[in-house]
Structure formats: C-alpha cells, structure tokens
C-alpha cells in the first residue's frame, strides 16, 4: 500500500483521540446536569482502552442488522466502552475530569497541527 | 456525532438548577405566609430532577443523558404550630399554624443549587474551549 500522508497513522490517532475526548466531555457534562437527579448514577470512558481497542481493530458489540437502515444500537465504537460506575457523581471528582479532558483536546489539536505543519513544509520544499 | 450536544446537555442543567432556585426563592419568601388560596399555611415546595435523553431517537440507546425538572411536590412534613392568640389566623386555642418551611434547610438548598449551577457553567466554558481550539486545526 503506498504511504498517503494524509491517511498517516498518527493522524488517524490523533483524529480519533479528538473524537472519543469530545464524547468524555458529553459524558462529563451529562454527570454534571444529572448532579441532583436522584436514583442517577455516574458514567465514565476508559479513555485509553477504548483507543486502544480502535487502534488494535478491535470492533465493537454492535447489534445485528438485516436492513442497511435499521439502527445498530449505540453509536457504534465508544457506547459499550461507556460504563456505570454505580455511585452517585462526585462534583470535584467531575471537575478534574473535566480540565484534564480539555487539556488533553488541546493536546491532540496542537500536535495535529504540528503534523500538518510538517507535512506543509515538506511540501514547499523546506525553502521557508 | 454533534459537537453541540454537550452544550445542550449542560444548558440543561442550567434550567434545571435555575427552576430549583426559583422554587427555594418562593419557599423562602413564603416563609412565613399563613393564607394561601387552597387555604390553611403555604406548603414548602420541592423540585424532582429526572434524567432525559438527547433529543433524538438513536441517542436514547446511548448514555449521556440531560435533566430536567419532572415534578414539583409538596413536603409532606406536618405544619409548625406557635402560641400567638392575638394572631388573625390562631385557633380557637392560639395556636397559628405556620409554613413547614425551614430557612436554614432552604438557605443549603440554595448554596448547593449555586454550586451546581457554576459546575454546569465550568462544563460550557470548557466544551467551548475546546471548539474553539478545534477550529484552529490546519490554521
């Protein structure tokens, strides 16, 4: 297969990254509206083994469809990965949660763009 | 998968808070109240919070899920009676029965209900950060 840098391993990493955050931050922020609901419990992603499992080609547990438009069940790749924890959602525990995901996104935007860049300068020849 | 979700999952939260600080603003203000049009004291009010989920159909099968005020009931705790004869509204014995509200329980309340309205309002800000940040991808 010849090499497309646009379709580099890493990009593909980093996009995937960019994904499964944005899906903890909807995770998160849902723990946070539901801090008073009662009977509710908190949800959270193993963040690094369900990229992991991406990674390794592992597909998810979808449910069997017969018709290409039938629903497969959760959004498929990142649902099953979500767990209940069982205990009601602890604020502070949420708030940490919730910079460390920011800052990880910003992580993955900044070193998405250092790849772009390197592949932009390679491309004008390295002449600027 | 919609990056504005998670904003209407914490606007959500937002209303949802702000209608319980309306109703602890009312049983505040009712403290005191002896006269109500269903009659006898005002009843302390409180807010039930239910889960809801995302607007459409395939996300019921998924687990972020907003809130949303799905009740408010009244305390079914018994009246709090004070001697006061000279009272308009006292008994024939002088008793006044007054609110089962309790300012001190209200004013927790009222601190827990801020509390959970900033936590939603940190969510927004940080999901908005990270948009923002999103957009600088390629620049």
């Known amino acids: 297969m010849p090499w497309n840098p646009l379709s580099d391993s890493a990009i593909r990493c980093l996009e995937k990254s960019l994904d499964l955050q944005s899906r903890r931050q909807e995770i998160i922020a849902a723990n946070i509206a539901n801090l008073d609901t009662p009977g509710y419990t908190g949800k959270e992603m193993d963040f690094s083994a369900v990229l992991q499992a991406h990674l390794q080609g592992r597909t998810p547990l979808t449910l069997a469809v017969t018709h290409p438009r039938h629903l497969t069940g959760p959004k498929p790749g990142i649902s099953p990965m979500v767990r209940d924890t069982g205990k009601p959602v602890d604020l502070d525990q949420e708030m940490v949660l919730l910079s460390r995901n920011q800052l990880a996104y910003q992580a993955s935007v900044q070193m998405l763009n250092k790849k772009l860049e390197q592949l932009k300068t390679s491309m004008e020849g390295g002449t600027r | ?139």
């Open chain 2, 1 to 139: 998968m919609n990056p504005f979700d998670t904003f209407d999952i914490s606007a959500s939260g937002l209303t949802a808070q702000r209608q319980r600080l309306n109703v602890i603003a009312e049983n505040l203000a009712n403290a005191n109240t002896t006269r109500t049009p269903e009659g006898g004291p005002y009843r302390r009010k409180h807010v039930v919070l239910e889960t809801q989920p995302v607007d459409d159909f395939a996300s019921l099968l998924d687990s972020p899920q907003k809130v949303a005020v799905s009740q408010v009931l009244h305390d079914k705790q018994p009246f709090q009676e004070e001697y006061d004869p000279g009272h308009p509204d006292a008994d024939e014995n002088g008793i006044v029965r007054l609110p089962n509200v309790n300012p001190v329980q209200e004013m927790v309340s009222l601190t827990l209900a801020s509390r959970a309205f900033e936590a939603n309002v940190a969510a927004i800000r940080s999901a908005k950060q990270m948009a923002l940040k999103a957009l600088e991808i390629g620049r």
